[in-house]
């Protein structure tokens, strides 16, 4: 498939912590999407996949958006700029809703190799087995498979107190036949405040599978590391939340909602865009 000039890193766009169950091996990347394996490769302004059909892959990773545009619209000031020129080409993945969900409740409070684990061993104890390249691979376990799950066999998958949350949520959406899709179709806040609801799920949850997931490219999701671009690079514009922010660990869910009104009121329609490439810079910077 010829990118004809479409801007596109895919190293970039499957390494920046967006999604966690796809793994470079050789020039290929392998991961399951879409119900299936698959894999691909990049070769300059060719991409090449195995498993997957054209339009899925420019569905998945975002080939339709028009990053000119975006950069465009988000590129308000010398940093934000920097960053889109160090990783020009990362494009916001689409992914699968549920695993978006589930992925997000258990990454709280963990580090990226330790989500990692945490779904491959969800993915191998309730998914279906398939294979490529005589690899083995697991599908996203289903609602009714984690509904149906007990606590003890979560807690096995190292899910710790995030088992409950992940049953809860599970069941709440199996027995209601909840259509996370349905959420689309919301403007932005009501949207997050349905997500809110779900166990385990809470303002920066929400932004993540908003943006990652439903569409949602004003959503700005705050972590730690956007804490640290806000403080390194935005505090004159927060001055008094800077000001306590340097004086206390962790951020209040008053301090979430400042940041995230700030990065969208600032970024525009695209804050989600600027959060991804800011988030990715600092980590990559520091």
Known sequence: MKLDGVPFNLDV???CGQVFRWDKKGDWWYGV?????????????????ANADEQFIE?????????????ANIGRD??????????????????????????????????????????????SKFGEKTALDGMEFFTFPTPEKLASATAKDLLECGLGYRAKYVQE???????????????????????????????GVGPKVADCVLLFSLGKTEAFPVDRWIERVILNHYAEKLPELAQKLQQREGLTNGDYAKINVFGREYFGEYAGYAQEYLYHYERMNT
């Open 33 to 49: 999407a879409g119900g299936t394996a698959c894999k691909v490769c990049q070769v300059n302004e060719e991409l090449e996949f």
């Open 169 to 199: 949520t599970s069941k709440r959406i199996f027995e209601n036949n909840f259509e996370l899709e349905s959420l689309r179709q919301l403007p932005y806040t009501q949207a997050k405040k349905q997500l809110c609801n779900f166990a």
């Open 13 to 15: 766009t499957l390494c």
């Open 59 to 71: 569905n998945y990773f975002g080939l339709n958006d028009d990053l000119q545009k975006i950069s």
């Open 78 to 123: 010398e940093h934000i700029r920097k960053a889109l020129s160090e990783f020009w080409g990362l494009r916001i993945i689409r992914q699968d809703p549920w695993e978006c969900l589930i992925s997000y409740i258990c990454a709280t409070y963990k580090n990226i190799p330790a989500i990692r684990r945490m779904l491959l061993n969800l993915s």
